[in-house]
């Protein structure tokens, strides 16, 4: 019988949007609970197997896209649903992203956005303002419209920078599991084949989407960075319509 991982999960993500938590712990956090949530997955998929059941559907998760920076929203989720697994595409005409994946999968997607959004937003608040001082500090002839228009520009690409970074983390997350075992290495392999060759199937006229141009490599970088954070979120984790696009 598989195990109950759904209440470690939440446990994990709630410590993870709590306001008292640090912000390298939260990110830890969901990390840790995109692996669970990954795990879970693989031993159902074991489970279906073995009793000879047909492979858990794959559909479709529909999210609305925030009403300004459509662009820059999906290019900071994109990395973390390719390393859960999923594939998705972004239409800007409808304000819409479509998530590719298996029902569990995007049920755990879900969860994990809402609370990897709360740690961005923070992460990048923070971020913003120290960036902001330091352009009062090396411009004082600039005026408060320039300031401004300049750290807005450096946070969103340090949002950009952030989904990388968190990306990078979840996969290595999740290539922990397919380490652990043969078994799950299969899993994982066979069930990104099936979504991905569903997404081909049901979307087979995607393009690229066109990236907004980034200014500012040291906030990509810093954003990289903080979204990755493994050492010390290890240590703590272990304590008690128009034309659709999609980026490759």
């Not at 969901?30 to 795990?39: C, I, T, V, W």
């Not at 197997?49 to 994109?78: C, K, Q």
């Not at 520009?153 to 922990?176: F, M, N, P, S």
């Not at 084949?193 to 690229?208: A, N």
């Amino acid at each position: 019988m598989a195990k109950d991982y759904v209440g470690t999960i939440r446990a994990l993500l709630n410590k993870a949007e709590h306001p008292n938590t640090p912000r390298e712990e939260a990110e830890a956090l969901a990390a840790k609970a995109a692996k669970l949530m990954k795990a879970k997955g693989i031993e159902e998929a074991q489970i279906r197997a073995a009793r000879g059941d047909a492979p858990e559907e794959v559909t479709l998760l529909i999210l609305e896209l925030p009403t300004e920076h459509e662009t820059v929203f999906f290019e900071t989720v994109y990395p973390m649903l390719k390393a859960m697994g999923a594939e998705a595409l972004c239409d800007t005409y409808s304000g819409e992203m479509t998530v590719v994946g298996t029902r569990s999968l995007l049920a755990s997607i879900e969860i994990l956005i809402s609370s990897v959004q709360l740690q961005m937003v923070g992460a990048a608040n923070k971020a913003g303002d120290e960036h902001e001082a330091k352009l009062r500090r090396q411009h004082r002839d600039w005026s408060e419209d320039r300031i401004a228009d300049v750290t807005d520009q450096w946070v969103w690409d340090y949002i950009r920078g952030y989904g990388l970074g968190l990306g990078d983390k979840i996969r290595a997350r999740v290539g922990e599991l397919a380490d652990e075992a043969p078994g799950n290495a299969l899993v994982l392999r066979t069930e990104a084949d099936r979504i991905r060759d569903w997404y081909k199937q049901k979307f087979p006229h995607t393009g690229k989407l066109s990236t907004q141009r980034v200014r500012n490599g040291d906030a990509i970088a810093k954003g990289r960075q903080d979204g990755r954070n493994t050492d010390i979120g290890d240590a703590r984790v272990n304590s008690p319509s128009g034309v659709r696009r999609a980026i490759d």
